[in-house]
C-alpha cells in the first residue's frame, strides 16, 4: 500500500501568522503544503495567488501542491511554476475553461507533477481521456470554495474507481481527497483507496498539530 501522506491546506492557517504556519505544520510532520487558488469565478470565493505562494516557498522545502479553483488555469501555471509550486491541480469541470489536455502537458514540460480534479458534481466519466497523462487525482469531497465545510461520503465511489484503474496499470496514480477530511473520514478514504489527506480545519483549529497529522494517517 502507498505511503499515507498529509497535506495541510494553509486556507484554514492563520494568515496573520502565515510564515510561523507554515513551519509549525513541516515540523509537525506535514508531507506536503496544499495552497488552495481561488478565483471569485469558477468557485464562490477568493483566497490568494502566486505571491503567497512565493511566500510559502521562502518558509518550506516541503513539496507545494497548488490546486488551482480558478478559470483559465493555463494563463496562470507559468506563474505557479515560478513561485515554487512542486504540484499543479486544475479542474476538469468545463466552466473552468481551459483545454484540459493542453494545461496537463503545459504542467508536465513545466517539470511539476500534473494533477486532475472534479467536482462532488461532475461525473468520473469526464476524467476517462485524461488518466494516463495525470500523476494525481483529487477527489473533492466537498464542493470548491470554503474549508470547514463536511465530508460528502458518496465521493467514495470516485476513490474506488480511481483505484480500481490503478490495479490495471504500472504506474499508479497518487489518489487525494480533500474537504472535510479529518481522523475519521480520512480512515474512510485511505480504506478506499486514498493516499494524500487535505486538510485544513481539522488541523489548523486544532491545539495540537502533530498529534492530529497523526492521527489522520493512523499511526
Ligand atoms: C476547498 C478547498 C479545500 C479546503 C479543505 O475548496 O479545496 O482544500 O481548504 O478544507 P477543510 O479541510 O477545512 O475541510
Ligand atoms: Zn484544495
Redesign the pocket.
Known amino acids: 500500500m502507498s505511503k499515507i501522506l498529509v497535506a495541510p491546506?494553509i486556507?484554514?492557517a492563520d494568515f496573520s501568522n502565515l510564515a510561523e504556519e507554515v513551519r509549525k505544520v513541516e515540523s509537525a510532520g506535514a508531507d506536503w503544503i496544499?495552497c488552495?487558488i481561488m478565483d471569485g469565478h469558477f468557485?464562490d470565493n477568493i483566497s490568494f495567488g502566486p505571491m503567497v505562494v512565493e511566500v510559502v516557498r521562502k518558509q518550506t522545502k516541503l513539496p507545494l501542491d497548488v490546486?488551482l479553483?480558478i478559470e483559465h488555469a493555463d494563463h496562470y501555471v507559468p506563474r505557479f511554476v515560478d513561485a515554487g509550486a512542486n504540484s499543479i491541480t486544475v479542474h476538469v469541470e468545463p466552466e473552468a475553461r481551459h483545454d484540459v489536455g493542453k494545461t496537463l502537458q503545459q504542467i508536465r514540460d513545466a517539470g511539476c507533477r500534473v494533477g486532475l480534479t472534479l467536482n462532488p458534481a461532475t461525473s468520473f466519466d469526464l476524467l476517462e481521456p485524461f488518466l494516463d497523462k495525470i500523476d494525481m487525482l483529487l477527489v473533492?469531497t466537498?464542493h470548491?470554495?470554503?474549508?470547514?465545510?463536511s465530508f460528502r461520503a458518496e465521493q467514495m465511489e470516485k476513490v474506488k474507481c480511481a483505484a480500481e484503474w490503478n490495479k490495471t496499470r504500472d504506474r499508479k496514480i497518487e489518489i487525494e481527497v480533500?474537504?472535510?477530511?479529518n481522523p475519521e473520514t480520512a480512515r474512510v478514504s485511505i480504506q478506499n483507496g486514498a493516499n494524500v489527506l487535505?486538510?485544513?480545519?481539522?488541523i489548523f483549529r486544532s491545539g495540537d498539530y502533530a498529534k492530529t497529522i497523526r492521527d489522520l494517517r493512523g499511526d
Not at 470548491?144 to 465545510?149: K, R, W, Y
Not at 480533500?178 to 477530511?181: E, L, R, V, W
Open positions: 491546506s486556507l484554514a496544499h488552495d468557485v490546486h479553483m473533492m466537498v470548491p470554495g470554503f474549508g470547514g465545510q480533500d474537504g472535510g477530511i487535505v486538510a485544513g480545519t481539522s
